[in-house]
């Protein structure tokens, strides 16, 4: 059997990324998001753990020893420099655990059609040459305000603009109407995919 195609699923916060990630779960795609893989890593990989201890002390741990990802969000959200030292942490760690992830599915003996990646800064950081095809998730400002905390001014200074995306993608859906219409786009995909 072929492997399956690999897919990333990316644009920006309030896109409604995890939303088309769970509809390519819902017709048959694997499906994993990056950011489990983070949340799994910080929870549990005693290297990252041990890093973010000598880099900034118990300030991010609970008394349980629990990782506590809102302090982590406000140290990097307000110095660049540390935002960099996390990310070059955690990404190359979260690459190959969703490379291992599509590896397990091809040995698979009923491999699925589709694997889909969940990678929310997937242009930035040059990683669309490890899938098959890129599907870009967009939607209007107000509608990506009213469905996240984060503000415009925190969220964007970082990222590539959605048309940068957009021309660069397989794929693109602007995500502003209902779950039925997302799940058209992704069946729509999908064939295109498989076919």
């Known amino acids: 059997m072929p492997r399956p195609v690999a897919v990333a699923i990316t ?3 309030g896109a409604g990324k995890s939303e088309a990630l769970r509809s390519f779960a819902r017709h048959g ?16 990989d005693e290297e990252v753990r041990s890093a973010l201890r000598e880099r900034w002390g118990d300030r991010v741990f609970r008394d349980d020893g629990v990782v506590m990802r809102e302090a982590i969000g406000h140290i990097v959200f307000e110095d660049p420099a540390e935002l960099d030292w996390l990310e070059g942490l955690l990404h190359p760690r979260v690459v190959d655990e969703y490379l291992s992830w599509r590896e397990r599915l091809a040995e698979l003996d009923d491999p699925p059609r589709v694997s889909a990646t969940e990678v929310p800064l997937l242009y ?24 996240t905390e984060v503000s415009a001014e925190e969220r964007e200074p970082r990222l590539l603009p959605d048309t940068a995306k957009i021309a660069q993608a397989d794929f693109a859906y602007v995500n502003d109407g209902s779950r039925e219409k997302l799940d058209d ?3 729509a995909v999908l064939r295109e ?3």
Do not use: M, N
Request: glycine residues 12%.
């Open 11 to 13: 644009g920006g916060i």
């Open 29 to 44: 795609a694997a499906v994993v998001s990056s950011d489990e893989i983070v949340h799994r890593l910080l929870d549990g």
């Open 124 to 147: 930035e950081v040059g990683g669309q040459d490890r899938f098959d095809a890129v599907v870009v998730v967009t939607a209007p400002a107000e509608v990506r305000g009213a469905r």
């Open 185 to 187: 786009f992704v069946q």
């Open 193 to 195: 995919l498989t076919r």
